[in-house]
């Protein structure tokens, strides 16, 4: 295994109009050149980094840079992955709209994925707003997901979901007591016979995307244990005029909360196997201030994870600084557990054990403990 760059995110702005108490994204006032992005894509895109997507802060407190980097990605054909929003940044509907419709022109085509969940606090009736007017200008119901980060108490933002699938017109599914689906009544969503890429989720979007492995599997991107979407069919599927994507299909990703290495209590009882970064690695992370990161985990503010600076570096110059990266190549090849192992042998005690990788990678990058 090695570090291999297969998708570009770019986070326009740390600023949010939001304050989560969980958000742990550092909140620099500097924004993304458009154009520094732009050639940072044009350097990428022929070596077979073929996917992009946006994140925040709020992205779409940047609109210009949303709608610059669509139009080159659809030139240069890069495949539209997520875009992550809390979905009530906009002052009014009309200003809803007015974006919406600028992005939609740009040619973005992927997955918006809308973060709720027992922190964001978001009025229900300002999400369905969003989810109302993606739906109109897009002209389909498949390309918005939920992307949830769970609490110790997630009984209330249950509650949330219902109220929102209900006024959305269609109705929650659970699975093994955990939300799964936002449908139509009648049933249909994903699962058999509903979307060929299996996950429900826009053009642009395939289930590969983004760190979800193939079919939504429990590996990908955090979706846990009973929280993959349900078997929901629609008898209308049959008909050869019946058009799937006018059919409300919303996928939820649980993504498991994940503290921060002092925060851990490193009490999990058992330690997580080597997976060589497959799910939130292998990206070229651009933050607000230019730094490129090699990760898009909590941990890819740390100085250990950061390859290039954007405006100065390109794709041959960020692979190089990469390649003679012991924490990257910790992460991507000789493997987190491994590494820990190691480290153990050489006589260093870890506070406990844990079972999230990206714990541990937060924990040698502020302990500086890779390549001692």
């Known amino acids: 295994m090695a570090f291999t760059p297969e998708e570009l995110i770019f986070a326009p702005t740390g600023q949010c109009n939001l304050k989560c108490a969980h958000c742990r994204v550092s909140r620099p006032r500097e924004t993304l050149r458009i154009s520094d992005a732009i050639a940072l894509m044009e350097s990428c895109r022929p070596h077979g980094i073929d996917r992009i997507g946006f ?61 709720v969940d027992s922190y964001h606090g978001q009025e229900t009736d300002r999400l369905v707003a969003f989810f109302e007017a993606v739906f109109d200008i897009w002209g389909r119901k498949d390309c ?55 996950f429900g989720v826009g053009d642009g979007a395939d289930p590969d995307g983004f760190g979800v492995g193939d079919g939504a599997d429990p590996d990908g991107f955090g979706v846990g244990d009973g929280a993959d979407p349900g078997d929901v069919d629609d008898e209308g599927y049959d008909d050869p005029g019946f058009d799937d994507r006018e059919a409300l299909s919303v996928c939820f990703v649980r993504i498991p909360y994940s503290p921060p290495a002092g925060d851990s209590r490193w009490d999990d009882g058992g330690w997580f196997e080597d997976d ?53 190549a910790a992460c991507y090849s000789v493997g987190l557990a491994s590494t820990r192992k190691l480290l153990e042998q050489k006589g260093l005690r870890f506070p406990g054990k844990v079972a999230d990788p990206c714990v541990v990678c937060d924990y040698l990058c502020k302990m500086g403990l890779v390549g001692r």
């Not at 925040?56 to 980097?69: I, K, N, Q, R, T």
């Not at 730094?291 to 985990?297: E, F, Q």
């Not at 503010?301 to 794709?315: F, K």
Request: with cysteine; proline share 7%; hydrophobic share 40%.
């Open 144 to 198: 918005v997901e939920i992307t949830w980060v769970d609490s110790p108490d997630d009984a209330p933002l249950f509650a949330k979901f219902r109220e929102l699938a209900r006024d959305l017109g269609g109705e929650l599914v659970m699975e093994e007591g955990l939300p799964a689906l936002i449908a139509d009544p009648d049933g249909f969503g994903v699962g058999d016979g509903a979307d060929p890429d299996g």
């Open 55 to 115: 994140s925040g802060g709020e992205p779409f407190l940047e609109p210009d840079f949303l709608c610059a980097v669509s139009e080159v990605a659809v030139r240069l054909d890069f495949v539209f992955d997520r875009l992550m929003t809390n979905a009530v940044w906009y002052r009014d509907k009309a200003h809803l709209r007015a974006v919406l419709s600028r992005l939609f022109e740009a040619g973005f085509d992927g997955t918006f994925g809308v973060s």
């Open 276 to 328: 060589f970064c497959r799910g939130p690695g292998n990206v070229f992370y651009v933050h607000p201030d230019g730094r490129i990161a090699v990760c898009c985990g909590f941990a890819n503010e740390n100085p250990e994870l950061v390859a290039g600076q954007l405006g100065i570096d390109d794709y041959e110059s960020l692979m190089r600084s990469a390649s003679v990266n012991p924490h990257i």
